[in-house]
């Protein structure tokens, strides 16, 4: 069990900072133009425009927040159940596109909004990001439990 109990942890932080650069990433990219951003988002037509440009607005700062928010032991479970809701809402409009046959880029990335994408690529990442979240939630929870017992026993 030893060994279980080191490679758990090693894993844990591998997968904190793989999530982390990866929101990083995306999250700085749409900062830098969040009118193409607010672009890609009126795309997918699942919101009016008047909240598309707010929600270009707001989740890249989400988004980097709560990567930085991953490596902070007392907001880490937030981050992260914050980023697994982001995921699954990733899946959600992205599933929308694809049986309503739009031709969009996805947009996770900023750029350019006219562009054309095949969206399965952006939903099989966005499902890997959401079990990396839920593992993690896991973990998380499991360790926070384990020190909790710990300080009463």
């Known amino acids: 069990m030893a060994g279980r109990s080191t490679v758990i942890p090693l894993f844990a932080q591998l997968a ?3 999530l982390a650069a990866m929101f990083l990433y995306a999250g700085f990219s749409k900062l ?3 009118a193409a951003f607010a672009v890609s988002i009126e ?3 699942l919101l009016p425009c008047a909240p598309s440009g707010w929600v270009a607005l707001y989740l ?3 988004e980097t927040g709560c990567a930085f928010g991953l490596f902070l032991p007392r907001l880490r479970l937030g981050a992260t159940a914050l980023l697994a809701a982001l995921c699954a809402g990733f899946c959600g409009f992205i599933t929308s596109a694809l049986l309503r046959g739009l031709d969009i880029s996805c947009g996770c990335f900023g750029g350019d909004a006219a562009a054309r994408s095949d969206l399965r690529l952006p939903l099989l990442r966005a499902a890997l ?3 990396a979240c839920a593992w993690l939630l896991m973990h998380e929870t499991r360790r926070l439990r384990r020190s909790a017992a710990a300080r009463v026993g």
């Open 60 to 62: 890249p700062w989400l």
């Open 43 to 45: 795309n997918y037509r």
């Open 32 to 34: 830098l133009d969040p």
């Open 129 to 131: 990001l959401l079990a």
């Open 16 to 18: 904190r900072i793989a």
